[in-house]
């Protein structure tokens, strides 16, 4: 029962960020505002707890995620054949550039901190 207020949540939040996101006419994806309000929320043991246990069950059958994905490929395989070196050299240099402006960014505080002492 507890998962399901968790979901709940989670749709709430979404719902609101994408209310915010077109009413408003901002430019952040509707998601990306319900992932901020939800952060504000997750201070709240209310949102917190039955949160976290969604998000337990949805990363248990996280694997469950890819048979979307899967199915695509297989549908699109003419798409594949022809364009998947050059998809597999946007997602490896994409996938390098994302860890490596991670790795600075969370570089930077810690540089910062030794030049103050």
Wanted: glycine letters at 12%; aromatic letters at 8%; a positive charge.
């Amino acid at each position: 029962m507890n998962g399901l207020r968790g979901l709940a949540w989670l749709l709430v939040f979404q719902s609101i960020g994408e209310a915010l996101s077109r009413g408003l006419s901002l430019p952040l994806p509707g998601p990306v505002l319900g992932m901020v309000l939800m952060l504000v929320g997750l201070r709240f043991e209310r949102v917190r707890v039955p949160v976290g246990e969604c998000a337990t069950f949805l990363l248990q059958h996280l694997s469950l995620l890819f048979i979307p994905v899967g199915v695509g490929v297989m549908t699109h395989l003419a798409l594949v054949s022809q364009y998947g070196g050059r998809m597999l050299l946007v997602i490896a240099l994409s996938t390098w550039i994302g860890l490596g402006v991670t790795a600075l960014v969370l570089y930077w505080p810690d540089r910062q901190k030794k030049a103050k002492s």
